[in-house]
C-alpha cells in the first residue's frame, strides 16, 4: 500500500455461492471491518463486487463518478474520492476482488493503476493456490477422519465376527452331538439285527436294513466331517503326537479295503518300505490314507490299487495310486475345494461327502506335510502325502 | 463269566451295550448315575468299567479320578465311551486315568473285540 499511495485496501473472496468474504484489509474503519468481517457481503452491497460481478477493473476517479455510481443499498464509506476495484481472475475464474480508495484529493498515477492490475492475476493465482491447498488439507483431514471411522467400524465388525464365528462352532458342535446320539440307536441296532444277534432275518428284512445302515455311516460320516472342518476353521483341531510304526498303520489301512477291493476284483499292489518310524498323529494319518484308499477303490472298476511308502531324508511319503477314471486337467484344482463331487465333470459322482480330500489337504498342512495329485484322464490317478519324519 | 460294569444314562445306549455285551457273554452291571457307578465300583469287582462322559450327576471324568482314587479301583481297566464332537475329549479321557476310549456312535460289529483289548 505504501508503494501504491493509498491508504485504504483489501482483498475480498468471491465465495461459492456468490457472496464475498473480506479477506485482508488495510486502513479501514473499526467499525466497518468488524461489519464485513462478521458476516457474508452480498455482491452489490458495495463498490467492489462490481467488478467481481463483470470480471473488470472498476475505476471510479472522483467524488462525483462514485456517487453516480453508488445505489441506494450500497454502504459506502464517506469522503472516498477515490475507488479502484480489480478483479482477480485466475485461470478465467473470479477468485475475489482487490480494491483500493483514497480520500486524499491529488489522483493517483495512472501507472500505478497499471501495475495493480498486471499483478492482480498473480495474486488471484496465489489465491485460488491458497484455496486448493486448504482444501487439499481439509480433503486429507476429511480422508482422516473417514479412514478412522473405517478402522473403528473394522474393529467392531471384526469382534463381531469373532463372536459370530465362535458361536458357529460351538453350534456346530453341539448340534453334531445332539444328531450323533440318535445315530448311536440307528447304527447299533441295525448292526446287532444284521449280525443276527436278536433272531433270523429274511432275505428282504437283509437288505432293508443294510439300507438303513448304509444311510446311517453316511450320515456319521457327513456330521464326521462337517465337525473336522469346523475345528479346523476354528483352528480347534488338537494334534496329538507320537512316535508309531508307520509301516504298520499303512499296511493296516491295507487290510481294511482288502474286501472291497476284492469283491470289484481290483489287485492291490503294495511296496511298503518296512520299519519307518514316524512323530505324527496316528489318527489324522489314518484318516488321509482311508480317504485315499476307499476313494481309488470307490472310483476304480477294473485294474488295481497300488499303495506304495518310502522315506526319502527326513521326509516321507505315502502314495495311493489306482487306474480308474483319472481326472481332466481342469477337475484338478477343484478336487481339493469342499463338496467337490458336484464340481467334478471327469467322473460320475459316487457315494461320499465331497469333504474328504479337502479335510484332508487341510489337516496335512497343519501336520506339516502336504498332498500332491498326479493324474491322466482315462488312465488313472496317484494321491501323495508327504510328511515330515519328526512332528508337524 | 467277565464282569463289566456300564456306567450309562441314555435308555438306548443301555439296551444297545447291554445286549451287544449278554449276546458275547458278558456279566453285565448297569449303573444310571456317576454316584451309583462308584457305589459299585466300590463294593463289588469288575473286570472291565465303561464309563460315559455325559452323566446327569457328575462328569463322568470325575467320576473315574474319584474311582482311580481308591485301591480297589485302582487297577481295574476303565474305557470311557466319548463322543468324538467334542475337542479333546479323548485327552481329557486319558489324563483322567482312562485306559482307553470308545467313540460314540459305537460300532457293533467292532464294539466287543475293542473292549475285550482292555481286559486281562
Known amino acids: 500500500m505504501e508503494i501504491t499511495g493509498f491508504e485504504r485496501g483489501a482483498v475480498c473472496l468471491l465465495n461459492e455461492d456468490k457472496t464475498m468474504s473480506l479477506s485482508a484489509q488495510i486502513g479501514l474503519s473499526e467499525e466497518r471491518v468488524k461489519n464485513m468481517s462478521s458476516r457474508k457481503i452480498e455482491v452489490g452491497e458495495c463498490l467492489c463486487g462490481n467488478s467481481a460481478e463483470i470480471g473488470k477493473p472498476l475505476i471510479l476517479r472522483n467524488r462525483d463518478e462514485i456517487l453516480s455510481f453508488v445505489k441506494k443499498e450500497m454502504k459506502i464509506e464517506e469522503e472516498i474520492n477515490f475507488h479502484a476495484s480489480f478483479p482477480l481472475l485466475s485461470r478465467g475464474k473470479c477468485q475475489g476482488v482487490l480494491c483500493v480508495s483514497t480520500t486524499k484529493e491529488n489522483k493517483p498515477e495512472e501507472r500505478i493503476l497499471n501495475l495493480i492490475e498486471k499483478v492482480s492475476p498473480f495474486i488471484a493465482t496465489a489465491i485460488e493456490n491458497a484455496k486448493l491447498y486448504k482444501e487439499k488439507l481439509e480433503f486429507s483431514k476429511t480422508l482422516e477422519r473417514i479412514v478412522a471411522e473405517r478402522t473403528k467400524e473394522l474393529r467392531e465388525a471384526n469382534i463381531k465376527l469373532k463372536e459370530l464365528d465362535r458361536l458357529k462352532s460351538m453350534f456346530i458342535a453341539s448340534m453334531s452331538h445332539e444328531l450323533r446320539t440318535p445315530l448311536n440307536s440307528i447304527i447299533g441296532f441295525t448292526g446287532v439285527l444284521l449280525q443276527r444277534l436278536a433272531g433270523e432275518l429274511n432275505e428282504e428284512q437283509e437288505r432293508q436294513l443294510k439300507i438303513v445302515q448304509k444311510s446311517a455311516k453316511h450320515l456319521l460320516e457327513l456330521i464326521n466331517d462337517i465337525i473336522d472342518i469346523s475345528k479346523i476353521e476354528s483352528g480347534e483341531i488338537r494334534l496329538s503326537l507320537e512316535d508309531f510304526d508307520l509301516t504298520e498303520l499303512v499296511r493296516e489301512v491295507c487290510e481294511s479295503i482288502r474286501l472291497e477291493a476284492e469283491k470289484k476284483n481290483l489287485k492291490m499292489i503294495e511296496n511298503i518300505q518296512e520299519g519307518i518310524i514316524i512323530k505324527s498323529d496316528k489318527r489324522r494319518i489314518k484318516q488321509i490314507l482311508n480317504n485315499f484308499v476307499s476313494n481309488a477303490v470307490k472310483f476304480t472298476d477294473k485294474g488295481m490299487v497300488g499303495i506304495s511308502l518310502s522315506k526319502e531324508d527326513d521326509r516321507v511319503s505315502i502314495s495311493v495310486s489306482d487306474t480308474g477314471p483319472g481326472l481332466m486337467k481342469e477337475d484338478l484344482e477343484k478336487l481339493f475345494e469342499p463338496f467337490n463331487k458336484i464340481l467334478i465333470k471327469s467322473r460320475p459322482p459316487k457315494e461320499g461327502t465331497g469333504l474328504g480330500l479337502y479335510i484332508s489337504k487341510k489337516i496335512a498342512n497343519i501336520l506339516g506335510g502336504e498332498i500332491s495329485v498326479e493324474s491322466e484322464f482315462g488312465k488313472g490317478s496317484k494321491f501323495t502325502l508327504t510328511l515330515p519324519l519328526k512332528g508337524a | ?120
Open chain 2, 1 to 120: 463269566m467277565k464282569k463289566i460294569l456300564l456306567v450309562e444314562d441314555n435308555e438306548a445306549n443301555i439296551y444297545l451295550m447291554e445286549f451287544l455285551l449278554r449276546k458275547n457273554g458278558f456279566d453285565v452291571t448297569v449303573a444310571k448315575t456317576a454316584k451309583e457307578g462308584i457305589n459299585y465300583a466300590f463294593s463289588e469287582s469288575f473286570d472291565l468299567i465303561l464309563m460315559d462322559i455325559q452323566l446327569p450327576d457328575m462328569d463322568g471324568l470325575e467320576a473315574v479320578r474319584k474311582i482311580r482314587k481308591s485301591e480297589k479301583g485302582n487297577r481295574i481297566p476303565i474305557v470311557a465311551v466319548t463322543s468324538y464332537a467334542m475337542t479333546g475329549d479323548r485327552e481329557k479321557a486319558i489324563s483322567a486315568g482312562c485306559s482307553g476310549y470308545i467313540e460314540k456312535p459305537i460300532n457293533p460289529e467292532t464294539f466287543v473285540k475293542e473292549i475285550q483289548k482292555f481286559i486281562f
